[in-house]
């Protein structure tokens, strides 16, 4: 199975470097920086590629320019560019399966208590806005190409050296007895994925998807109470929970699905706040 990578020294990137490299796959990666491991290639842009005589089995982009890394006035413009030379590739290159990493962030304020992938966009910021525009992008560059398409929508992904998302400031806020603030601890959460399982999920697409396109929502096995999530993450790190309810917090919502949920490679929250307990220090 022939991989190229977009982003691949990102945080979901490095982490699929390994995992790829785990189960031996051919890897290409996009980046600026060199490869993890020796034996795989390397492209500083997609477009230093030689397109002729070349096809890949999937293509999985993760560049993006994020709140996180970036201004917020800068990463429409940047994604932009990214998503452009990104669909310029799809164009040009055979790939039977090509993976477009989304976020949540589509959809804007969500004003209603379960959010499924039919939900109507509400006033997102520059980042969704620009990854609304980069799915459809994809979508319409793939039109009339001999391709799968699959867009996730991601929550926050957890794993060794994540972003400071809500997962990873929750952690961190009790480890050094700093106080949480939430909206409700009767609220709850699937806000999360296992990096490892973004992983398995777009290999399980790539076997079973039957569509040319879908768009899922990724999300946690289970559905746990604020509260509950608190008092887990307290005895996972041995230290009490300080926190304080507060409207200042964003509303709660459960991500769900309409379709496709079968397909989702998933882990319960009490394993991903263990399994960041044990990788945190390592």
């Known amino acids: 199975m022939r991989i190229i990578i977009t982003g691949a020294n990102g ?27 020796d034996g ?22 993760c560049a993006a320019s994020t709140p996180l890394n970036s201004s917020i006035e800068d990463v429409l413009k ?18 039977k399966h090509v993976f477009y990493l989304s976020s949540m962030a589509v959809y ?15 006033n997102p910021n520059n980042y969704g806005i620009s990854k609304l525009l980069g799915e459809e992008d994809l979508i319409n560059c ?13 929550p926050g992904v957890v794993g060794r050296n994540m972003p400071s998302t809500f997962f990873r400031k929750l952690y961190e806020s009790i480890l050094n007895q700093k106080e949480v603030k ?14 490892k399982d973004l992983f398995f999920t777009i290999i399980n697409l790539f076997k079973k998807q039957k569509e040319k396109k879908i768009i899922v929502n990724h999300h946690a096995k289970n559905i746990m109470k604020m509260g509950n999530l608190l008092d887990f993450f307290s005895v996972t790190i041995g230290k ?13 919502f459960i991500i769900t699905n309409k379709n496709n949920s079968d397909l989702l490679i998933q882990t319960t929250i009490e394993d991903m706040i263990k399994h960041f307990h044990a990788s945190y220090f390592a």
Request: proline share 4%; with cysteine.
């Open 78 to 95: 940047i994604n932009r560019l990214i998503d452009k030379e990104f669909c310029n590739f799809v164009e040009k290159v055979p790939i």
């Open 142 to 154: 793939s039109k009339f190409l001999d391709n799968r398409i699959s867009i996730i929508r991601l």
């Open 108 to 122: 804007g304020k969500i004003e209603v208590d379960k959010v499924d992938e039919y939900q109507v966009i509400n």
């Open 40 to 61: 795989i290639k390397r492209f500083k842009s997609l477009r230093e590629i030689n397109y002729e005589n070349l096809e890949f089995d999937a293509l999985i982009h």
């Open 240 to 252: 009490d929970c300080i926190y304080k309810e507060s409207n200042e917090c964003n509303p709660p």
């Open 11 to 37: 945080f979901i990137g490095s982490s699929f470097q390994n995992l790829f490299k785990k189960y031996k796959y051919d890897l290409t990666i996009i980046s600026t920086k060199p490869p993890l491991f």
């Open 182 to 195: 939430i909206r409700s601890i009767s609220a709850e959460f699937n806000n999360a994925i296992l990096v």
